[in-house]
């Protein structure tokens, strides 16, 4: 086998695993449902978000501020929620939940600059309902 065969039985190898990945990374969140939320002027769009139990659920967090950071803190162990996500100024990050159980779970931004009143304080809170 020269190298000019090698090589391509070698691109084709790669390529067939990228496309793998990019399909099994796909099939991981089907069926799970997207919900976008903003984070900026110290409030969260939507403040009350309504899922289900035991379905997975796509959060896709962005932070609409030019440079105030911000971040989304949800723990309720017995929930199997523990989610403590800083977005930057600007920036998204998505995270995939799986709430445990029904109920009313309350978040919240924890940033605080100096001796301001903390995000959570100025407003910046809403609440997760498990139905």
Request: glycine share 8%; with cysteine; proline share 4%.
């Amino acid at each position: 086998m020269n190298r000019y065969q090698w090589f391509k039985g070698w691109v084709c190898a790669m390529t067939l695993m990228m496309v793998g990945s990019v399909l099994a990374a796909n099939d991981q969140n089907e069926g799970a449902d997207t919900i976008e939320i903003k984070l900026g002027d110290y409030q969260f769009d939507p403040a009350e978000i309504h899922v289900k139990a035991g379905q997975p659920v796509i959060l896709k967090l962005t932070n609409t501020d030019m440079m105030t950071p911000h971040d989304f803190v949800l723990i309720d162990e017995a929930a199997g929620l523990n989610i403590e996500v800083s977005v930057s100024p600007k920036g998204s990050e998505t995270i995939e939940i799986v709430p445990a159980k029904r109920g009313q779970f309350a978040f919240h931004c924890s940033k605080q600059l100096l001796f301001f009143a903390s995000h959570q304080e100025r407003g910046m809170a809403g609440k997760l309902i498990v139905e």
